[in-house]
């Protein structure tokens, strides 16, 4: 009281006092003060009892300060939070400790010790918190109520704007995934003209969006893989890498697009080299390499032949019809582009050329087991399994329609055809097919072919990424071959291969591996063929 009157006296003497008060003596001055404090300094403001009764009557409270200082008791009391409950976060290291604040900035490291509080209230670590702390935080709540509404409202607004982009959000470059395989690879056994060869393949695939679900696949390749020739009747054991010789030179080797429809539909349009199993289930598991070379070292090996019926441009969709069951239907042509107009014996066109229609259901009644029912129907003026390039990719010749004394025979197919895989273990899966395929050759009757494998996958083998394989299976043959050509034999040509992929990281693979033909070209009197192949793919 006695500071609250002499600071007002002060401010007193700082006017004019009337001469007559001044003559008046001691009573007089007493008499000057107390009119001066009641109407000359009227404008300073009286303080209350209640108000002088309070210590923190001299200091201001945090709602009228615009900064926050290290003096301040809101920034004391929050720096104690900080230091009991480890507040701090990747967020909020701007906070130094001795640095003015905004009111904002304050509101910030307060909300992230306020949720960091939560979450130990909500564990149940009601211990950790002392009844101190918890009123002091409780005040500072109150005291920046509204400076931490307005951000958790910013903060909320963030997040909607978030998670449209992440789920609105694509990429509007292409992406570039590339594969280069180097291959030493020998045939040992047959009496032909096979060396040791060191022959390599690359592909680069541009892969684009443009609504983030879509991919679009443009496929350059170029290599020197030709194949092993085996025997006069037959070009089994054809590996992934073995597309032909193109001298190095690039050229545009697969163009698809797929899109989904909906929620339960995924798309598929194909202008080059499409081939059936781009949008059909192979039910393959750990083998399916897609003619890559992370997988199995044959063609054969990957899945049933029966996809390979045919391919080139066209379509199909996959529909899923429950979490367990989908469909899968799609129509691709070999000849799709060519007009013929001018020769009317080259059938061309989308509808008018080479063809092969597929239908597929495929079950999945857990997550170990899958099994696929397909059916192809065909028209084929090539190879019957040349996925549409007119060359063929597995089976003897006689199954694809050729080794005729007059050539190539153009044929009309229906394929049925069944495939499973069964997990039995993290480390060991079991996959098998089997197909029969009715060929009707075209002037000279109708054929049987046959073609069935089992085969053994062991992912993880010896570390994560390592892949072994064993594969037992029957490549497709003509199984009354003897009924058009007296030369032509109904021997099985039998498939044997094992192989081991040793993943050196996640870009390199050694495979070292082994192909065993018995019976090459369905006859058994040629001699088996044995291929070796040490096998490293980059990926990149």
């Avoid at 992934?240 to 929620?263: I, L």
């Avoid at 050329?353 to 239908?359: C, D, I, P, V």
Wanted: net charge negative; with cysteine; hydrophobic share 40%.
């Amino acid at each position: 009281m006695i500071i609250s009157l002499t600071s007002n006296v002060k401010k007193c003497e700082r006017n004019k006092i009337p001469d007559f008060l001044k003559k008046s003596g001691i009573l007089g001055c007493s008499i000057c003060i107390l009119v001066f404090l009641l109407f000359t300094c009227s404008k300073t403001q009286a303080l209350t009892d209640e108000q002088l009764s309070s210590p923190m009557t001299q200091i201001n409270s945090v709602t009228q300060l615009s900064n926050i200082q290290p003096t301040d008791w809101a920034f004391q009391a929050l720096q104690s939070l900080v230091e009991s409950y480890g507040c701090m976060t990747d967020r909020t290291q701007s906070y130094k400790g001795n640095r003015v604040l905004t009111r904002y900035e304050f509101a910030i490291l307060l909300n992230t010790c306020t949720e960091h509080i939560n979450e130990l209230l909500t564990k149940g670590n009601t211990n950790l918190i002392t009844q101190e702390n918890l009123e002091t935080w409780q005040k500072l709540q109150e005291e920046f109520a509204a400076e931490i509404a307005t951000l958790r409202g910013r903060i909320d607004i963030i997040q909607s704007h978030t998670d449209t982009l992440e789920t609105q959000q694509f990429s509007p470059t292409a992406k570039l995934v590339g594969e280069a395989i180097f291959a030493v690879t020998d045939e040992f056994n047959q009496p032909t003209n096979n060396n040791t060869v060191f022959q390599q393949r690359v592909r680069l695939d541009i892969q684009n969006s443009f609504t983030g679900k879509d991919t679009l696949h443009i496929r350059l390749a170029a290599g020197n893989a030709n194949i092993f020739n085996l025997s006069s009747y037959g070009v089994e054991g054809i590996q992934t890498f073995n597309f032909g010789n193109t001298n190095n030179s690039n050229f545009v080797d697969w163009v698809s697009y797929f899109f989904p429809v909906g929620e339960k539909i995924q798309g598929y349009v194909a202008a080059v080299a499409g081939v059936h199993y781009d949008y059909a289930s192979t039910v393959s598991s750990y083998l399916e390499g897609y003619d890559g070379g992370t997988a199995s070292l044959s063609i054969f090996a990957q899945h049933n032949p029966i996809y390979l019926i045919g391919g080139g441009s066209g379509g199909g969709f996959t529909y899923s019809i429950s979490n367990n069951l989908a469909l899968s239907v799609g129509y691709l042509a070999d000849n799709a582009n060519n007009l013929a107009a001018n020769i009317p014996s080259e059938k061309g066109g989308l509808f008018n050329s080479s063809y092969a229609a597929l239908a597929q259901l495929t079950f999945s009644p857990n997550d170990q087991f899958s099994i696929g029912f397909t059916y192809i129907n065909a028209y084929r003026r090539s190879a019957i399994f040349d996925t549409g390039s007119g060359l063929v990719s597995v089976g003897t010749n006689l199954a694809n329609g050729a080794g005729f004394d007059f050539g190539t025979v153009p044929s009309k197919v229906n394929a049925y055809g069944t495939e499973f895989t069964y997990q039995v273990s993290p480390q060991f899966a079991i996959n098998g097919w089997f197909s029969y395929i009715n060929a009707e050759f075209i002037n000279l009757g109708t054929g049987d072919i046959w073609t069935y494998a089992l085969t053994f996958a062991f992912p993880d083998l010896g570390k994560k990424g390592n892949l072994g394989g064993i594969v037992v299976g029957v490549e497709p043959y003509l199984g009354n071959a003897s009924k058009f050509a007296f030369y032509a034999k109904n021997d099985i040509p039998l498939h044997i291969e094992g192989f081991y992929k040793y993943q050196l990281n996640d870009n390199i693979s050694i495979t070292p591996g082994l192909i065993w033909i018995l019976s090459p070209g369905q006859n058994s009197e040629n001699p088996d063929a044995v291929i070796g192949t040490l096998r490293t793919t980059f990926i990149f």
